[in-house]
């Protein structure tokens, strides 16, 4: 088996993959077209953010049968083409957690104690004591929106400043918000009560431009928000205009709707704090990632075990011997049907019956 690893990651994860006898190639910094030419040889490809894995790509990726990605952005990887290929496309969501959720409250306290504007200005030379007067977090409450397991770990450390936590997540139930000590609340509610807003939600059609003009009026006047989930989730037209009316007392901003940015008119705003995309970019986040996506493309490239795949359901590995027939026999068919039927396949309807609809057939859920 052969892997090419294309962009930067930690040698613990090349590491790795060496010990387990797979054939591993660092390639880093290809053009295109380099990485077209030598793809067909790969069975497996390791990525971070700078590899873009095109459709094109993907047609010369001849013996392609996983693409992994130390991190969890995938928005350089065409996914729709690898699905079309059968080729599994894996992340590591837990790898960057912590790193990002302590980036999260350094954002929160580097907003509501002004360090990154009192930096600037003592850097050129002044000693500006009342343009800096700042907030305590104690007994503020903070709206956490989206509690995974970033948003998680978030809460428990607002804890400790012994803020009033308050949450919302439409996959979070009566029973984990007790656990995390997080009152549940509706969407509006979060709004109307939260001094600081911190968002940690994927970027779906739901929450694009989830914070925009409309859920601004509903909050708190002079309300702070903290954005290192994903750009677009607050629409930074709307955001420019409530800092400047007042409305919004500071953001804290780590994504973007275009990185690097094109306009830079918010991020000059002096309420706005900000820092290019660097929640993830930790030592430990970075070795974290590595480790994990090298364990899982080595775990399915040579026992066919799926774990965090975005394409695919994980299958726990004490399933997979009984599953693993029924998988391959339907790869077959499908490669099968889509060549007989010229006009193209849209639906396929499966059903389950014998020893096939006595195994656990559910996907599993976000969380
Ligand atoms: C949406 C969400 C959280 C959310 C969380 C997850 C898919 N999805 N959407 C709106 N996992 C808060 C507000």
Known sequence: MKVLV???????????????????????????????????????????????????????????KVIGRAGSGLDNVDKEAATKRGIVVMNTPGGNTITTAEHAIALMFALARNIPQATLSMKEGKWEKKKFMGVELFNKTLGILGLGNIGSQVARRAHAFEMNVIGYDPFLSDEKARELGVEKVSIDELFRRSDFITIHTPLTPETKNLVNSESIQTMKDGVYIINCARGGIVNEGDLYDAIQSGKVGGAALD???????????????????????????????????????????????????????VNFPSIPADQLPRLRPYITLSEALGSFAAQVYEGGITEVTVEFRGEAGEIDTTSPSPH
């Open 6 to 64: 294309s962009d930067n990651i930690s040698p613990k994860g090349v590491e790795l993959m060496k010990k387990a006898g797979i054939h591993v190639d660092v390639r880093t910094g290809m053009s295109p077209e380099e990485l077209k030419a030598c793809i067909a040889e790969y069975h497996g490809l390791v990525i971070r953010s700078a590899t873009k894995v095109t459709s094109e790509i993907i047609e010369a990726a001849a013996s392609l």
């Open 255 to 309: 994504v973007f709707e275009k990185e690097p940015p094109e306009d830079f008119s918010l991020i000059r705003l002096d309420r706005v704090i900000c820092t290019p995309h660097l929640a993830a970019s930790t030592r430990e986040a970075q070795e974290n990632v590595a480790i994990a996506i090298a364990e899982q493309v080595v775990d399915y490239l040579l026992n066919g075990t799926i774990r965090n795949a």
